[in-house]
């Protein structure tokens, strides 16, 4: 009896490690070069305004197509090649601007990037659910964001360091290398412990119940008021970080790959401990106040980024930052999980507590 209770938790929790794993080394290959991207380029010459205009095309791309990739990737049965494909597109990509730091080069690079990366994370989110079903999607999506952000600051950490010290060539090949072992782990999951149903928002159990797809986004306007409130919210929390480390890096008060190393990794490990609060209290109460503290932080955010710049003001901007994309990394997939789950319901409730979409819209 002992033995036949352990072997399945074994079991369970061995086929998840790859998972967990792809988490951690994903997110130095999902952004590539990204962060260090504007100190790259301004220490090469150019303006902040040509800089800022590059980086919002490819941000205008992502945001675009991030609703009707998410559709396609809803209905796949591949869930893996959505990781792999773009995977190895964003290192591509980034590889080019080695070679050409021309405006259109650099600004097709941030598009094919921003459209790796907007099919990524919902890859990630589809297996997850589909490994583990709707019981169990809300712990182990903030364990994913732990290790994410975990492996997030690791890779900043190093590439500052490889950048400082070696150049920024090596930035790029801590990607690739990163992006290497994101595509073995995927590929350590196997296929038949990928529940393609029930990784697309279904229960389980039931065949015949079919997702409501872009049907529940159109009929639910909370959904498109969320939507609506997180384009606002990274419009303003993505221009920070490259403004600080250009202002930084043009006024001398920092090395560039340190400088900008250095931000990632507080808001990373902020994230960290960020996220598996949010997964505590998601429990308890509510996604809708770890909602909210994440938005109040931005304006304070940019207040304290305006007054102090360089080193003075890192610490603080950062530690805000990782609250916000911490707690919104948890949120904001429970919200609309639990939004299509029970549709009557309030979208600030809690994480419903049965797996059913008997009365999902369909």
Not at 59 to 65: E, F, H, S, T, Y
Not at 72 to 77: E, L, R
Not at 205 to 221: C, E, F, I, N, Y
Not at 295 to 318: C, D, K, M
Request: aromatic share 8%.
């Amino acid at each position: 009896m002992t033995r036949s209770r352990r072997q399945p938790n074994d079991s369970h929790a061995t086929r998840l490690w790859p998972l967990l794993a792809v988490n951690f080394f994903m997110a130095d290959m999902q952004s590539g070069i990204g962060p260090f991207l504007s100190v790259f380029l301004i220490e090469r010459g150019w303006t902040s305004g040509l800089i800022g205009t590059a980086l919002s095309i490819g941000n205008v791309a992502g945001m675009l197509i991030t609703t009707p990739i998410g559709g396609f990737i809803d209905a796949s049965h591949h869930k893996r090649a959505w990781v792999i494909v773009p995977g190895v597109a964003v290192v591509l990509a980034s590889s080019v601007i080695l070679l050409w730091q021309n405006f259109w080069a650099v600004a097709a690079s941030q598009v094919a990037t921003s459209i790796a990366s907007a099919a990524i994370v919902p890859a990630v989110t589809g297996i997850t659910l589909g490994m583990v079903g709707q019981r169990g999607f809300n712990r182990q999506n903030g364990r994913n964001q732990a290790f994410n952000h975990a492996g997030n600051m690791v890779g900043a950490a190093a590439s500052g360091l490889l950048g400082w010290k070696l150049g920024y060539f090596w930035v790029f090949a801590l990607a690739a290398l990163f992006g290497a072992i994101t595509v073995a782990c995927v590929l350590l999951i196997r296929p038949d412990t990928i529940n393609d149903h029930a990784a697309r928002g279904n229960k389980e159990d039931d065949s015949k119940s079919q997702p409501g797809a872009m049907t529940v986004l159109l009929r639910h306007k909370p959904l498109l008021v969320l939507g609506l409130a997180l384009a606002l919210f990274h419009l303003g929390n993505a221009a920070i970080i490259p403004i600080f480390g250009m202002s930084a890096v043009s006024g001398g008060k920092a090395n560039g790959p340190g400088f900008v190393a250095t931000t990632v990794v507080i808001a990373q490990g902020v994230m960290v401990i960020a996220s598996l609060i949010a997964m505590q209290v998601a429990e308890k109460r509510n996604y809708w106040l770890i909602l909210l503290i994440s938005f109040l932080v931005l304006p304070l955010r940019g207040v304290i980024a305006f007054f102090f710049g360089g080193w003075s003001g890192v610490v603080p901007v950062e530690i805000l930052d990782g609250i916000g994309t911490g707690l919104q990394s948890v949120a904001v997939p429970g919200m609309v999980r639990a939004r299509c789950m029970a549709p009557a319901a309030s979208i600030s409730g809690k994480a419903p507590s049965s797996p059913s979409r008997a009365s999902a819209p369909r």
